[in-house]
């Protein structure tokens, strides 16, 4: 959703307060497509501060379906995201690195790429269904947390293999 900020960059110290929502309904990133499972409208607060730059400032929840790293059910996971980010007025060439932004192209602020980067930056490093999550089985593919397999458990040290093949042969009938 893009918001016109023209009337706030154009007088000073004058806020304003805007009730909106993001349009998006699955985050799409190189890790995958992950569909929002709910999303609450938010108060977004827009002050131009003695004409030199304009603060932002939003709190939103959204909640993204995950797959569990071990057993790959997908997990709901809730990120409450608070935003307070500034831009200066007048000049918009500032580089990435100086804290550019690219959420804020003329008089226009996309409310979309400001949440998809606070959630991005906010992305859990692991995401389990339960703490005690078996996986699935490397075998047979079996969610180990609903069934159990009938796979062999023990691995062996592939360096010991060929010990192996040598008791393999010689076993006692």
Same mark, same amino acid.
Request: net charge negative; aromatic share 6%; proline share 5%.
């Given at each position: 959703? #893009?918001?016109? &900020?023209? *009337?706030?960059?154009?007088? %000073?110290?004058?806020?304003?307060?805007?009730? @909106?929502?993001?349009?998006?309904?699955?985050?799409?990133?190189?890790?995958?497509?992950?569909?929002?499972?709910?999303?609450?409208?938010?108060?977004?607060?827009?002050?131009?501060?003695?004409?030199?730059?304009?603060?932002?400032?939003?709190?939103?929840?959204?909640?993204?379906?995950?797959?569990?790293?071990?057993?790959?059910?997908?997990?709901?996971?809730?990120?409450?995201?608070?935003?307070?980010? #500034?831009?200066? &007025?007048? *000049?918009?060439?500032?580089? %990435?690195?100086?804290?550019?932004?690219?959420? @804020?192209?003329?008089?226009?602020?996309?409310?979309?790429?400001?949440?998809?980067?606070?959630?991005?930056?906010?992305?859990?490093?692991?995401?389990?269904?339960?703490?005690?999550?078996?996986?699935?089985?490397?075998?047979?593919?079996?969610?180990?947390?609903?069934?159990?397999?009938?796979?062999?458990?023990?691995?062996?040290?592939?360096?010991?293999?060929?010990?192996?093949?040598?008791?393999?042969?010689?076993?006692?009938?």
């Amino acid at each position: 959703m #893009k918001v016109d &900020i023209t *009337d706030i960059v154009s007088n %000073e110290n004058k806020s304003v307060t805007k009730e @909106v929502e993001i349009d998006f309904t699955s985050f799409d990133s190189k890790l995958g497509n992950f569909p929002i499972s709910k999303k609450t409208p938010f108060t977004l607060q827009l002050t131009n501060e003695e004409n030199k730059h304009v603060l932002i400032e939003a709190e939103v929840d959204v909640t993204i379906e995950i797959p569990c790293d071990r057993c790959l059910t997908p997990v709901d996971t809730d990120f409450h995201i608070e935003v307070s980010r #500034k831009f200066p &007025i007048g *000049d918009s060439s500032v580089p %990435e690195e100086e804290g550019g932004n690219d959420y @804020v192209d003329g008089f226009d602020l996309d409310v979309d790429k400001l949440i998809y980067g606070e959630i991005m930056v906010n992305w859990p490093m692991k995401v389990l269904c339960k703490e005690d999550c078996k996986g699935i089985c490397r075998k047979c593919g079996a969610n180990l947390n609903l069934q159990t397999c009938d796979c062999q458990k023990t691995e062996l040290d592939p360096r010991m293999a060929a010990i192996q093949d040598i008791f393999n042969k010689f076993k006692e009938v």
